[in-house]
Nanobody, 121 residues
């Protein structure tokens, strides 16, 4: 199995910044891409940002210009720099990895337990 451990969540005032990190470990043969999702109360989980092995990134329209995903790059650690935070960014943020645990295993989705980000004055 692939284990993902997130860190960096917390309470921040509107306009503030936070940096999330996610470290992957365990039976990793290869990781295709890593990303961040979030789920607010009463809402479905949504993609925030993702990054591939070649460094290509994708950010949700709602966070473009404010959030930046980085890392991965063979280190199996991904970051999410969140600036200009808004109350609507409040959610549990989950790390995701699409990975294989062996050469003949299929690609699977692995998830962290999540870290809570609360944006409030």
């Amino acid at each position: 199995q692939v284990r993902l451990v997130e860190a960096g969540g917390g309470l921040v005032q509107p306009g503030g910044s936070l940096r999330l990190s996610c470290a992957a470990s365990g039976s990793i043969f290869t990781i295709n891409d890593m990303g961040w999702y979030r789920q607010a109360p009463g809402k479905q989980r949504e993609l925030v940002a993702a990054i591939t092995t070649d460094g290509s990134t994708n950010h949700a329209d709602s966070v473009k210009g404010r959030f930046t995903i980085s890392g991965f790059n063979g280190q199996n650690t991904v970051y999410l720099q969140m600036n200009s935070l808004k109350p609507e960014d409040t959610a549990v943020y989950y790390c995701n990895a699409e990975a294989k645990t062996s050469s003949n295993a299929r690609v699977m989705d692995f998830w962290g337990k999540g870290t809570l980000v609360t944006v409030s004055s």
